[in-house]
């Protein structure tokens, strides 16, 4: 939807305003079930502190990353931050 508004529909035309209301929207369920779904859909399950992240990240570097079921602290800060420029947005 992103795309489409900032390429190919005009500013301030219905259908950009309509792909945008999308956007916001998904965004927000996707927020709310965040915080009430399932257990690795949950941002307390995936969402680590920056400390840990950096760990991640470094061990990402030198090739010998821990697996996880579910989200890794990169692909959970990774959401967190998407989230946050959709919102902005």
């Known amino acids: 939807g992103v795309i489409l508004n900032y390429t190919v529909l005009e500013d301030g035309r219905a259908a950009h305003r309509y792909v945008g209301y999308a956007v916001a929207s998904v965004v927000a369920v996707r927020i709310v079930w965040?915080?009430?779904?399932?257990?690795?859909?949950?941002?307390?399950?995936?969402?680590?502190?920056?400390?840990?992240?950096?760990?991640?990240?470094?061990?990402?570097?030198?090739?010998?990353?821990?697996?996880?079921?579910?989200?890794?602290?990169?692909?959970?800060?990774?959401i967190v931050t998407l989230l946050g420029v959709l919102s902005l947005l």
């Open 34 to 78: 965040g915080f009430v779904g399932r257990s690795y859909a949950r941002f307390s399950t995936f969402v680590v502190s920056p400390r840990v992240f950096i760990s991640h990240v470094t061990d990402m570097i030198r090739r010998r990353e821990r697996r996880y079921v579910g989200h890794n602290p990169a692909g959970g800060w990774m």
